[in-house]
């Protein structure tokens, strides 16, 4: 195997697929709720662009059991992030467990990649129409 065939997939594109029981409900929540549209669609699937990454909600008759983040959005400003989702009609979950507690929906957390250049993250998370756990993070410098 030589090199280019052992890098492949560190060079594919992350492209995060969620389910949907009701792609119509979804679309809705989507839209109003977090401010998105489609990028484009298909016979029970759609396609969101949000800045370098894609994300498709696909119509499905399983469920995610939303208890694990399945796709995460990284923001400038976490503490308006926040707000706004707020305002339009989003419950953030509150967590209490040792170490680890949510404050007004925003968690802080120690620590973060090296090569982020931050000291730690702050996040928050919620749950779209379909049940999948969605979080936001924003770095610590």
Known sequence: MNGDERDMLARARVATRLPAQDLDRARRFYAEKLGLEPADERPGGLLYRCGGGEFVLFRSTGASPGTFTQMALEVDDIDAAVAELK????VFEE????????RDGIAEIEGNYPSKGARGERGAWFRDSEGNMLGIGEPVR
Request: no cysteine.
């Open 87 to 90: 305002r339009r009609g989003v």
């Open 95 to 102: 967590v209490d467990l040792p170490g680890f507690r949510t």
